[in-house]
C-alpha cells in the first residue's frame, strides 16, 4: 500500500488566516500524504490548527505558501466544479433541511454530474443506491432529516458525501455530536468504506481511543504548528502520541494505550494479582480511591481477585488478617478501614 | 430528484383546477352583474352585443386577473427563494424589507419627479414610463437584499436578521416617510393610493411589461432550482459539491429584486403572500425540492391571490377593499399557525 501514488499531497503547505495583511500562521511546513484506500485520523489539542488544516485542504480557505496536489492537479487551479469530483466534505454545520427527505440529501450529492435542472440518470440512481447500501440506510430513506437522531443524520451525510464519487473523502469531527456506541459504529464504518471504496479518508477527531484502533495512519497536530504523521502503534510506542497530548494531571499508558486521570501513589502499600478482568477493573477502583498499587509482590498488603460468574470475589491478605469479599465496593470499604490515610483527603495531603 | 408520490402529483392537479375555477370566478364577479354565458363568450370570442361588457371583461376583470396571478407567482417565488438564501423560514419580501426597498423607488418616481410624476402621468407616459418604475422599485429591492445580505454574512442567528431586516424595512419607511412630508398632496394621494394595492390599476402595456418581468423572474428561479437545493444543506456543502455560491446568491438576488420590484411598483406591497404561501406550498407537499416547490408555488400563489381578489371585491356588493388589506387579514394569520404549529423556526424550515 505504501507504494501507492497518493491522492492528495502537500509540499511546504503553511496553513492559516491573513487578515488585512496580517498573516497568522497555524502550522507550517507540512508535508503530507494521504493514499487511497487509507483511513487517517487528524488528532490534536483543541485550538492546534485542526479545523483549519482541514478547510484549506479542502479549498474553502486558501493556503499562505506551499502547494497542494489533489489527485495530481494544484488544489488552486480546481474550478468548483472539477473539485467537487475529487473530493467531498462531511462537516460539522448543522443541516436545516427540515422537509428533505434522506433520499433527497444523498441524491444532492450527485450535484456535481447532473445538468442545469439536476435530473438524475441511470448512472446516478445506480450511485445513490450503491452509497445507501454501503452506509446501511435503506429503512431511513423516506423520513425527513429533522425525524432523524444525530448519528441516523451523520450517516446520511457520509451516504451524500458517497454519492458525490470522489476519490477523497474529508470529515470534520463525525463523531462529535453522537454517543458511544454510534461514535464506534461511524469510526468502524469509516474503516470499513476506505478498504472497500478504495477511498482515502481524513477526518478530524477528538476520539483518541477509537482514532488509536481504526486509523491506517495518525496525523498529530502539536499546538506548535508541526505534524508529524504515521502508524498509529509507531507513535505511541516513540512517546510522540504522549508528547501531543501533554498535559499536568494526567498520563498515558503506552501499554493499554489509554490515559491515566489518576496519579500514581508513592510508596504503595497494596499489591493485586488474579484473573485479568476482575483485576483490571478492582485496580481502577483501587486508583480511583488515591490507593496506590504496587509492583512489588511484597507489599504489606496483597489483594487476590477471583473470576466468578456474572461476579466479582476478592480475599485481602494484611498482616495476619485475611477478609473476603464478593464486590468491588466491599473491597474498597476494608481497605479504607486498613488504610484510613490513604483515603481522598489522605492523598491530598 | 424526488419520485413524484401518487399523493403529490394529486395535490398538484387540485390545485391547478383550483386554480382555473377561481380564474373563472374571479372573471366572473364583479360590482356589475353580467351572465356567465356571456362572460364566456366574450372570453373565447371577444365578441358582444353589449358594448359596457366586454370592455369590464377585456379592459377590467381579464387584467386584473391575469395581474392576480402574475403577482401571486412573483411574490411567492421571490420569498420561497429568500428562504432557502437566507436559510430562515420567517425571510419574505415584506418581511426583511425589499418591498420596502421598492417603496422607495417608487416613491423615488412619484414624489421627486414633480407634479408631473403622478401615476396617472406615467400611465400616460406608457412603456417608458412603466419601465421607468418597475427599473426604479426593482433597484430599491436589489438595495436593500444586497445590504442584508451583507449583515446575513455575519449573523448567523435567524431571529436577530429578521429584527434587522425589519429595522432596515423601518428606516427605507422613514426615509419615505420624510420624503412625504416635504410633497405636494397631490402626489401624496397618489402614493398612499398606491401603498394600499391594488391588482385594478395595471392595463394595456403595463400588463406586458409586467408579465414579461415576472415570466424573466420565474425563468430564473427555475433554473436556479438546482443550485437553491444545494444550498439547502448550508453555503460550504454547497460549495463542496461545486457551486459557485457567490455567482448563484447574484442569480438568487437579480430574480427575487424583479419579481419583488415588478409586481409591487404595479400592485402596491402587497404583505404575507411572500412568506406564507411557500409554506402552505412546503406543508402541502412536504418536499423541500426546489424543481417541485417553484412550479407548485406558483400555483399555490395563484390560488390565494385570486382567492383574495375575490374577497377584496366584496362580492354582491358595490365596494372593493384593497387587496394588501385582505392578503394581511388572510396572510398574518397563516404566519400565526406556523410558528405555533413549529415552535421550532430556528431549525427547521418546513
Known amino acids: 500500500m505504501k507504494n501507492q501514488k497518493a491522492i492528495v499531497e502537500t509540499r511546504s503547505l503553511a496553513i492559516g488566516y491573513r487578515s488585512s495583511g496580517i498573516e497568522r500562521t497555524v502550522a507550517a511546513n507540512l508535508d503530507l500524504q494521504l493514499r487511497p484506500g487509507s483511513l487517517v485520523c487528524l488528532l490534536g489539542s483543541n485550538g492546534a490548527g485542526k479545523s483549519t488544516l482541514m478547510r484549506t485542504l479542502s479549498g474553502l480557505q486558501p493556503a499562505l505558501t506551499g502547494d497542494i496536489t489533489i489527485d495530481g492537479s494544484p488544489l488552486h487551479t480546481l474550478k468548483p466544479a472539477e473539485l467537487a469530483q475529487k473530493l467531498s466534505l462531511v462537516l460539522t454545520d448543522r443541516v ?4 428533505l427527505t434522506a433520499r433527497e440529501v444523498v441524491a444532492l450529492g450527485r450535484t456535481p454530474y447532473t445538468g442545469w435542472l439536476g435530473t438524475l440518470t441511470k448512472a446516478d440512481h445506480f450511485q445513490i443506491a450503491q452509497s445507501i447500501e454501503q452506509t446501511g440506510i435503506t429503512t431511513l430513506l423516506d423520513r425527513h432529516m429533522h425525524q432523524l437522531s444525530d448519528g441516523e443524520r451523520q450517516k446520511v451525510m457520509l451516504a451524500r458525501a458517497l454519492s458525490q464519487d470522489t476519490p477523497l473523502i474529508l470529515l470534520d469531527e463525525p463523531t462529535a455530536h453522537l454517543d458511544l456506541p454510534n461514535r464506534v459504529e461511524m469510526m468502524r464504518l469509516l474503516h470499513t468504506l476506505a478498504r472497500d471504496t478504495y477511498k482515502a479518508i481524513l477526518l478530524s477527531t477528538h476520539e483518541l481511543d477509537l482514532a488509536l484502533q481504526t486509523a491506517d495512519e495518525l496525523w498529530l497536530m502539536h499546538p506548535d504548528g508541526k505534524i508529524l504523521a504515521g502508524l498509529p502503534e509507531d507513535l505511541v510506542l516513540s512517546g510522540a502520541f504522549e508528547a501531543t497530548f501533554a498535559r499536568n494531571g494526567f498520563s498515558f499508558d503506552r501499554t493499554t494505550g489509554t490515559f491515566i486521570i489518576h496519579q500514581p501513589v508513592e510508596n504503595a502499600q497494596v499489591y493485586i494479582e488474579g484473573a485479568e478482568k476482575p483485576l483490571f477493573w478492582a485496580k481502577r477502583a483501587l486508583q480511583r480511591e488515591g490507593l496506590g498499587v504496587s509492583t512489588y509482590r511484597d507489599a504489606p498488603c496483597l489483594i487476590r481477585v477471583f473470576e466468578v460468574e456474572n ?38 495531603s | 430528484m424526488t419520485q413524484h408520490t401518487p399523493n403529490r402529483s394529486w395535490t398538484l392537479l387540485f390545485l391547478g383546477i ?12 364583479g360590482s356589475v352583474a353580467i351572465p356567465f354565458k356571456e362572460v364566456f363568450r366574450i372570453v373565447t370570442t371577444g365578441e358582444s352585443e353589449n358594448r359596457a361588457w366586454l370592455f369590464i371583461i377585456e379592459k377590467i376583470r381579464l387584467p386584473k386577473s391575469i395581474t392576480a396571478i402574475l403577482a401571486g407567482c412573483g411574490l411567492s417565488v421571490s420569498g420561497l427563494q429568500m428562504q432557502t438564501l437566507f436559510r430562515n423560514p420567517l425571510a419574505g419580501p415584506s ?25 396617472y402621468a406615467i400611465s400616460q407616459l406608457g412603456i417608458s414610463g412603466s419601465w421607468l418604475i418597475i427599473g426604479m422599485a426593482s433597484l430599491g429591492s436589489a438595495g436593500v437584499l444586497a445590504l442584508i445580505l451583507l449583515i446575513a454574512g ?47 390599476g395595471v392595463t394595456g402595456y403595463h400588463l406586458y411589461v409586467l408579465s414579461g418581468v415576472v415570466a424573466g423572474g420565474l425563468l430564473l428561479a427555475f433554473a436556479s432550482s438546482k443550485s437553491l437545493n444545494a444550498l439547502l444543506l448550508g453555503e460550504n456543502y454547497a460549495r463542496s459539491m461545486g457551486l459557485t455560491v457567490g455567482r448563484t446568491r447574484l442569480l438568487i438576488m437579480l430574480s427575487t429584486s424583479l419579481l419583488t420590484g415588478s409586481v409591487t411598483a404595479f400592485c402596491g406591497p402587497i404583505g404575507f403572500v411572500g412568506i406564507a404561501i411557500p409554506h402552505i406550498t412546503r406543508s402541502l407537499l412536504g418536499t423541500s425540492n426546489h424543481r417541485v416547490l417553484i412550479p407548485a408555488t406558483c400555483l399555490t400563489g395563484t390560488v390565494l391571490l385570486l382567492l383574495c381578489d375575490i374577497i377584496a371585491q366584496l362580492p354582491g356588493s358595490q365596494t372593493v377593499i384593497p387587496i394588501n388589506v385582505v392578503t394581511s387579514l388572510l396572510g398574518a394569520p397563516v404566519v400565526i399557525w406556523i410558528i405555533v404549529r413549529r415552535n421550532n423556526l430556528r431549525s427547521s424550515f418546513s
Not at chain 1, 96 to 99: S, V
Not at chain 2, 154 to 179: F, K, Q, Y
Open chain 1, 96 to 99: 436545516d433541511a427540515g422537509n
Open chain 1, 311 to 348: 461476579g466479582f470475589e476478592s480475599e485481602i491478605i494484611y498482616q495476619d488478617r485475611r477478609v473476603k469479599v464478593s464486590s468491588v465496593q466491599a473491597l474498597i470499604e476494608q481497605m479504607h478501614l486498613l488504610f484510613p490515610s490513604h483515603t481522598r483527603s489522605g492523598m491530598a
Open chain 2, 18 to 29: 383550483l386554480a382555473i375555477a377561481l380564474f373563472c370566478l374571479d372573471i366572473m364577479l
Open chain 2, 95 to 119: 418581511e426583511l424589507g425589499i418591498t420596502a426597498g421598492a417603496g422607495l423607488g417608487v416613491a423615488a418616481v412619484m414624489l421627486a419627479g414633480g407634479g408631473s410624476a403622478s401615476m
Open chain 2, 154 to 200: 455575519r449573523i448567523r442567528d435567524n431571529v436577530i436578521l429578521l429584527i434587522v431586516g425589519v429595522m432596515i424595512g423601518t428606516i427605507t419607511l422613514s426615509i419615505i416617510s420624510i420624503w412625504q412630508y416635504f410633497s405636494q398632496p397631490e402626489q401624496l394621494q397618489e402614493y398612499i393610493m398606491w401603498t394600499f394595492g391594488s391588482l385594478g
